[in-house]
């Protein structure tokens, strides 16, 4: 069991390099990941993320597929962009949905001592990767959220090799932040500086 979870460690170290890269090779990583922390978080009883972990298993095969397609379907990488306004209200009303449900189902039909904070890490983990797959920059800000309150519930569980790998997901988020609206801001000048022509 122990290394098991040493080796979804391993991995997710490489997922996390990958991801602060801004490389769309994430992905594969993003799908072996999941499969070996479904079974290390059923083990330990937390129900919430062992479910999120298939979610991200299926958001992975998703996540690929949005990178490899830019919004301009002219087949090239999409692009780092930030989070529309207009979707704000409905990630917040979508975080306190799913919160709320995932909670209830903790409570109801399961052993969890710890389903609030279960279900608050699943709920935002959930927001956090559909706002990756779309290349959005504030995922790194969800995720510095997610990641400390994950230190703090792996610890309780003793999950000990998961809560280095949470912690380091904390600090390296805020440099995957800077290092992503960095990478932004050059792919804006550059398509400002790119001229115009007419085909004819």
Same mark, same amino acid.
């Given at each position: ?14 997922? *996390? ?20 922390y ?7 009883? *937390?129900?919430?993320?062992?479910g999120?972990?298939?979610?991200y ?28 306004l207009?979707l ?9 949905? $799913? ?17 609030f ?6 709920? $935002? ?23 400390v ?9 003793? *999950? ?24 932004? *801001? ?14 004819r």
């Open positions: 069991m122990d290394y098991l979870e040493i080796i979804g460690t391993l991995v997710g170290l490489l997922y *996390l390099y990958l991801e602060y890269k801004a490389s769309i090779y994430l992905w594969f990583a993003g799908t072996v990941m999941p499969l070996i479904i079974y290390v978080f059923y083990d330990a009883g *937390l129900y919430a993320d062992m999120i972990n298939i979610y298993l299926l958001a992975g095969l998703y996540g690929l597929l949005i990178w490899m397609k830019a919004p301009d379907q002219k087949g090239e990488e999409r692009p780092i962009s930030t989070t529309p207009k704000y209200l409905p990630i917040i009303v979508t975080f306190a949905i $799913l919160f709320a449900a995932i909670a209830f189902i903790l409570i109801r039909y399961t052993d969890s001592t710890v389903p904070a279960d279900a608050f890490v699943t709920a $935002l983990s959930i927001i956090g990767m559909w706002m990756l797959a779309y290349k959005y920059i504030e995922q790194w800000l969800v995720w510095i959220v997610v990641d309150a994950c230190c703090g519930l792996y610890i309780y569980k003793g *999950l000990y090799p998961t809560t280095i790998l949470y912690g380091l997901y904390s600090v390296i988020a805020v440099f995957g932040y800077f290092k992503w609206k960095k990478m932004m *801001l050059y792919n804006e000048l550059k398509d400002e500086k790119i001229p115009v022509t007419n085909n």
